[in-house]
């Protein structure tokens, strides 16, 4: 409930009035007092999970051959600036505006409130403009800022799985449709304060409804799309494709290891009083230590079934951390938190050599980190955080048949038309010199030469 | 008036106390909660601009030959370094201390405030000593702090512009000027409350102030340094010289874009009421969607044009989209951002071109993106923002003239006493073998043979 | 007394109260709110310095050779992941719980306070409740965030100097044992209010409790691990290695730079009044400055001494200035910070080659860096902050000699049992290949040739 939290807030905010006729001044935080950090919360949030663009566009760019590097470093920040105005243009309304049981508003643009701009303009502020802004409890557009980061992210997803062979404007058409409509109106029934949120589903910063959502649209992309060429081999051989840039890849996680303090945090929505204060350290604590487990677990569990430890698989470990501890990073008993890092870490060990049985080629295991991982923190909440397991049953069901049906919607709608995939030769030569005309490392020999 | 502004504050917040006495407790944000506000956002924006330097490091170590990468990392730590000694000595009294119409004070080692070391020193702090802290509205070193990482904004853009080919010293020397007097005395003209500043002219963040004045600054540099060897052929052909690690410049505009919503919504330069905070989300999306819609007009523009997308268009399209909104990111109505953004980009990509005809040689493509969508940005306040477009070209033009002027007097002077032209030997053999005695990749083979 | 702070912050709170009851309403910031400012402060400086993890990952990563960068950007993944978690099953109580003069508490796994427990979980939150909270000055644990990330800023130290050579599990174990028992027992003398802090040990934000302690951990296994073959001829003749990927170590330079404002501004430990954040403030400005002083001086002594200017150095001279200032990053006159981090930057490159000489085999430079630039800024304490140089010196003693010996013990324990060095064809091999069975950058030919 994202967004009717608004109403929670607004409540509090009375709350606060009314104590302060009745007590010491200084028992409580003012309402206008509460207002900027309930906002700044938001910005500074916002500005971080911003950032896991830039880590996202990093792991990507790491995990991929050098010959599609350049392809992946313009999808990223295409996709990034896509989904901010889509979402601008319409995909906020849809989800946050008059919601009813499943979808918003289709109206467009959202902009500032009346009430904010009344404000700002004024040759002097009136006691009562000061008021019609302070009752919404943080300022629009900085919940706007921190929502709209939110879509990116799941946007952000998908790019991993079907690099190297996916044609660019294509692929940026499901960014528009994924975060124009896809997103806002699954995000509706949950944050918007819909049917699903009525139900009592239960996902404090989106392991479904982003992380999942992600998962989805690129799980169907992966299928429609097919395996790269050379990955596997007719004898059922799968061939590995390394990474070009193990450094980059790092620093993504890392990268995105910081943002999500802001994922998390932030998506405590509220920072104008103690309890809320309290509320989001304990977040960023689980948030970091269930990504602290996700390394520990998918380094031992390399090292057992390997022999070798993986760091591309440790990397994704911490990543599979965050993503598990994302719908109920508000668990009060800190060790919980390893747990399910730990778990959501050790599925995405397991997941990786299983999707290449099944020949789903996703080219920096975002399937089990977003997806596998989304679910099981999901259900973590219906475990450890005082949630009921069918309700988020519901809810992980319900999300992946509407984002898994809309997407092969869309995907095969572009197959059949456009097509999605470049040319063999594109392939072979590399999509940065195919698609692009340039190359993103060129003075390194062997760019072009591997696999 | 980045300074002046403190007076409104101070009145904002004497008003604070008579509203105090006049209301219920819980309408206004207390004075000194309203410093720390203060305060506190010109910490966090700080050190998001001060992380630019990291992006134009990055932009620029991805954008030059490998030959030149550690020379062009050089540069770029060593001017944000120098940016901030000078600023410390002499510049910012020149920018901000009893700023006359035309220059402010020529003292000496900017410290913090006696009211401030009295308080910080008090065995016992009076109400005396902490109204005449807050009575500042923000602390004294936390408006210096801020201030500073915008002259080395202005550093920044430089370096990029002439890289690959100018001797480090003399760089460091120009470098000095340029934060020590010629970007304090302009910017004294208006955040200092000087001439353009009684004028009217209006410039948010600083697309004139930062950006043009780099863009002046690097323009002259390279007409006086000239072009790479090679990079024009004696036909009139233009030789593209690829940049050597795109991902890595990739990263740069990511970190660079996450920099700017402090510069940009630091520039609100105060957090302390709900107008303040309203202000300031409606900054940081207009930052966000004047980038985004640079990116997808530089990649439709060069679809359109080169019949192939060009990612460091695409990067310099976010930049475009940035330095454009930077003068007037205050829009009410944020679709007029991606107009804003947008046209910002199309110019980029229509300059880049033209800079080639006239054989002036950008490496990174620094004077389109701060210099030209700069000046956009700054006529853009005067068509959409409410201010005077006479006015808006009456500062771009004195400012122009003045730092053009101002950077040519220092380039002649170093290119007719020590040199600022690297030998041919050494453009040959990259300034890091020439220069430093290193390479930047040295187990990559390929560093040294390209072009 | 990072710690018993509490104590002051709660007496200020009490201050605050009784004013309030006194003073018109608008003088002072409320208890709740400061709370709020307190606990957000260590957020948000607690996320700065957890990127400073990233920071150190791509440093090292950019000074080791290619055939060695997969492995080290796992091992600072793994270590911080093992500092977090190691913190939060034993270390943090060691170090702040229950502190007699030399040790804190053995209890286990730091979990939120009771009273934070009762106002989440409150279906109607009392005042009692609140006021149970807010007394503590912040929320519990953004304290426990802001600690942990100190404590894995020391184990980030140790990974740079023992590069290229040590085997990868044995390096964890010693990881173990220092952040659950090694730091924090040294921890607690001064920070958590032992034996140090009575003396008047004093050292802001950890020269000596964090640095100094990473150094000293970082020379016995130096010493105990010996050089990497190659690195010192039979002659005395020192071969110089030079790291792989200068752009990458110049971005974990300019992280760590950033992380800095986290570390040593969040070392205020309180934001909740107007003295706090001029406080932070000043701090901010001392940081930066002693850093760029470390630069310019670092590129001047290279100069000198070298003829040439030496990128890594200024690097180097960077962090030294950082280290240098951290003991006393509140110094009133910010000229003082330019000294002291300019002579900490002296120290280095003076340094680098003594310990060459004295064959101790530091990779990154991380010893002359955190060992002695720490101590050097522990005495600048002494010498420019009012602090006793005596004491200073009995602290920097002190410390030095518990850590030394207990990483000696451990170091030589893992030497006879499990063996640290990895086997000589894997260190020609290289650690990726030989440790974890893949390459950095696979596909760049040269990877695997140098040295």
């Known amino acids: 409930m994202k967004h009717l939290h608004k109403i929670v807030l607004a409540a509090v905010a009375a709350l606060g009035l009314a104590a302060v006729a009745a007590l010491p001044a200084a028992a409580a935080v003012e309402a206008e007092t509460a207002f900027v950090f309930n906002s700044?919360?938001?910005?500074?949030?916002?500005?971080?999970?911003?950032?896991?663009?830039?880590?996202?566009?990093?792991?990507?760019?790491?995990?991929?051959?050098?010959?599609?590097?350049?392809?992946?470093?313009?999808?990223?920040?295409?996709?990034?600036?896509?989904?901010?105005?889509?979402?601008?243009?319409?995909?906020?309304?849809?989800?946050?505006?008059?919601?009813?049981?499943?979808?918003?508003?289709?109206s467009v643009l959202y902009n500032p409130s009346e009430a904010e701009l009344a404000l700002i303009n004024a040759e002097e502020a009136t006691e009562e403009m000061v008021a019609a802004v302070v009752d919404n409890g943080y300022s629009v557009m900085s919940d706007w800022f921190f929502q709209m980061v939110f879509v990116a992210?799941?946007?952000?997803?998908?790019?991993?799985?079907?690099?190297?062979?996916?044609?660019?404007?294509?692929?940026?058409?499901?960014?528009?449709?994924?975060?124009?409509?896809?997103?806002?109106?699954?995000?509706?029934?949950?944050?918007?304060?819909?049917?699903?949120?009525?139900?009592?589903?239960?996902?404090?910063?989106?392991?479904?409804?982003?992380?999942?959502?992600?998962?989805?649209?690129?799980?169907?992309?992966?299928?429609?799309?097919?395996?790269?060429?050379?990955?596997?081999?007719?004898?059922?051989?799968?061939?590995?494709?390394?990474?070009?840039?193990?450094?980059?890849?790092?620093?993504?996680?890392?990268?995105?290891?910081?943002?999500?303090?802001?994922?998390?945090?932030?998506?405590?929505?509220?920072?104008?009083?103690?309890?809320?204060?309290?509320?989001?350290?304990?977040?960023?604590?689980?948030?970091?230590l269930a990504a602290a487990a996700g390394v520990v677990v998918a380094m031992a569990a390399t090292q057992v079934i390997y022999k070798k430890v993986d760091l591309t698989m440790a990397l994704n470990g911490a990543l599979a951390g965050l993503v598990s501890i994302t719908a109920g990073p508000d668990l009060q008993n800190h060790f919980l938190a390893l747990i399910v890092g730990g778990i959501g870490a050790l599925i995405v060990v397991l997941a990786v050599p299983l999707l290449d049985k099944l020949k789903i080629d996703d080219v920096v295991g975002a399937i089990p980190v977003h997806l596998f991982a989304g679910i099981w923190g999901t259900l973590a909440v219906g475990i450890f955080g005082g949630g009921s397991l069918v309700t988020q049953i519901v809810g992980i069901v319900a999300v992946g048949i509407f984002v898994a049906a809309a997407s092969a919607i869309v995907w095969l709608a572009l197959k059949f038309t456009v097509g999605i995939r470049v040319s063999d030769e594109e392939e072979d030569l590399g999509l940065d010199r195919g698609e692009l005309g340039l190359e993103a490392y060129p003075e390194f020999r062997g760019s072009q030469s591997l696999v």
Not at 228 to 244: A, L
Not at 255 to 277: E, K, P
Request: aromatic content about 14%; glycine content about 14%.
């Open 153 to 288: 992210t799941t946007a952000s997803i998908v790019s991993g799985t079907l690099a190297e062979r996916i044609k660019l404007w294509p692929f940026m058409i499901f960014i528009v449709v994924l975060t124009a409509i896809i997103y806002p109106i699954q995000g509706a029934w949950t944050w918007g304060g819909g049917w699903l949120s009525e139900r009592g589903f239960s996902d404090f910063a989106g392991s479904t409804i982003v992380h999942s959502v992600g998962g989805w649209a690129a799980l169907t992309g992966a299928i429609i799309l097919g395996a790269r060429k050379g990955k596997y081999g007719p004898d059922g051989r799968v061939n590995p494709i390394p990474g070009s840039n193990l450094p980059l890849a790092t620093l993504g996680t890392f990268i995105l290891w910081l943002g999500w303090f802001g994922f998390n945090g932030g998506s405590q929505l509220a920072l104008g009083s103690a309890l809320d204060a309290a509320a989001m350290s304990i977040v960023f604590v689980n948030t970091n």
């Open 40 to 106: 700044f919360s938001f910005l500074v949030a916002g500005f971080l999970v911003m950032f896991m663009a830039a880590g996202f566009a990093m792991l990507e760019a790491g995990l991929v051959r050098s010959k599609n590097t350049a392809t992946i470093c313009l999808k990223n920040i295409a996709l990034y600036s896509v989904a901010g105005i889509m979402y601008y243009l319409i995909g906020y309304s849809l989800m946050y505006v008059d919601v009813g049981g499943w979808i918003g508003s289709f």
